[in-house]
């Protein structure tokens, strides 16, 4: 299966807001195949010659309700500097994931986020827990794994995982004043 810009489904598609089904594991080849799909989108769309090539926007994650299928499933993959400013890949492909506990502390990107599914501009500061524990399959690792993510890749997997439930991003953004600061809450550049 290739996902394209035109196979993703965007907001107000009914289908973004629906809650998304487990899945079975061991996954079926239809699953494990959905899968590597959404993760092969998720790299070629940061590669400049393919994502020219394919038309591809870039991202740094997916979830199957972004192609129609409400399945919990989604890919992550995003490049970060380490101390030493080489580019360390942090990836996830994680099935059936489940938000197991979290930071009181919020965090939210300077410049507020975007999304596949989501051709409007949204202005404003998205809240998100600062730390995250997630438990989930990972596909890549073949095995179930607890994940602890902070700032910004915690954000992402966020993201993602709101997909699954039918969320959307501009969900959590304050309606009357949209830039609000918060006491408890980091700003990322
Ligand atoms: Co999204």
Known sequence: MKINTETIIVDPHPLLRVKSEDVPLPLSPEDLELAHSLMQYVRDSRDPVKAEQEKLKP???IAAPQIGINKKIFAVSVDML???DNVETIEYLLVNPKLIAH???EC???SGEGCLSIETEYEGLVYRYERVTFKAFDVLQNQEIIIKES???GIVLQHEYDHLLGVLFYDRI???NPWKEKDNATIID
């Open 174 to 176: 304050n309606k009357t």
């Open 108 to 110: 939210a990107l300077k």
């Open 59 to 61: 991202a740094v994650g």
């Open 151 to 153: 700032d910004y890749v």
């Open 103 to 105: 930071s009181k502390r």
């Open 82 to 84: 380490d101390e030493d």
